[in-house]
């Protein structure tokens, strides 16, 4: 079992930053899972953003972020962030981190088996 909490959401005008963490927990195994952010805007499904390896060593993001945000992990604190930059309004959502027991990335929701509760951010035009 791996637990997940997110946090460094708010709200941010656009064209500003944010610095979303990823806090996991539980697995002594945690680091070897690959891990992703995902994203829900109100009355939409669930979507993906970006991806990391187990080692941080390949990325994949979204065409709508690719560019503008950076997907990175520090497995020496179990953490891993997501530097949004260059925020829009189309990026306000409820941003969720993710978890896969196994090293490949993914970008699909039914992939991952641990999610955490969330953390809201919003932009402002």
């Known amino acids: 079992q791996v637990q997940l909490v997110e946090s460094g959401g708010g709200w941010v005008q656009a064209g500003g930053s944010l610095r979303l963490s990823c806090a996991a927990s539980g697995s002594t195994a945690s680091t070897t899972y690959a891990m992703g952010w995902f994203r829900q805007a109100p009355g939409k499904e669930r979507e993906f953003v970006a991806t990391i390896t187990w080692s941080g060593a390949t990325t994949q993001y979204s065409d709508s972020v690719k560019g503008r945000f950076t997907i990175s992990r520090d497995n020496a604190k179990n953490t891993m962030y997501l530097e949004m930059n260059r925020l829009k309004p189309e990026d306000t959502a409820v941003y969720y981190c993710?978890?896969?027991?196994?090293?490949?990335?993914?970008?699909?929701?039914?992939?991952?088996?641990?999610w955490g509760q969330g953390t809201q951010v919003t932009v402002s035009s």
């Open positions: 993710a978890a896969r027991g196994r090293r490949l990335p993914a970008t699909e929701v039914h992939e991952y088996e641990y």
